[in-house]
Nanobody, 124 residues
Framework: QVQLVESGGGLVQAGGSLRLSCAAS????????MGWFRQAPGKEREFVAA????????DYADSVKGRFTASRDNAKNTVYLQMNSLKPEDTAIYYC?????????????????WGQGTQVTVSS
């Protein structure tokens, strides 16, 4: 079956960096657009970043533009999220998701598969 497994979360001070990874199995990874979403306590899940299946295009939420970078390695079936200049408001559970032929990267219901999430906590 399809599995998406996130890793790389943790506790970091404001201004620090983390690199999240999401390893995919059970699907032809290169056919899927990949997204990153996050959910903070008491808030709805929100779009963070997306990268298309050929890594030729990316999109970011305004709140993370210039600080976060999505990338992927189709040979390793892995997508990454490099997070720099972290802020306390970035604290959330981060999820990766996979979808085919996406027309609206920011819409969570467009995605077919989801990981279990990894916690990111940024202290002030």
């Amino acid at each position: 079956q399809v599995q998406l497994v996130e890793s790389g979360g943790g506790l970091v001070q404001a201004g620090g960096s983390l690199r999240l990874s999401c390893a995919a199995s059970g699907l032809t990874f290169s056919r899927y657009d990949m997204g990153w979403f996050r959910q903070a306590p008491g808030k709805e899940r929100e779009f963070v970043a997306a990268i298309n299946r050929r890594a030729g295009g990316t999109d970011y939420a305004d709140s993370v533009k210039g600080r976060f970078t999505a990338s992927r390695d189709n040979a390793k079936n892995t997508v990454y999220l490099q997070m720099n200049s972290l802020k306390p408001e970035d604290t959330a559970i981060y999820y990766c998701a996979a979808g085919r032929g996406l027309t609206a990267w920011m819409t969570s219901r467009e995605y077919d598969y989801w990981g279990q999430g990894t916690q990111v906590t940024v202290s002030s």
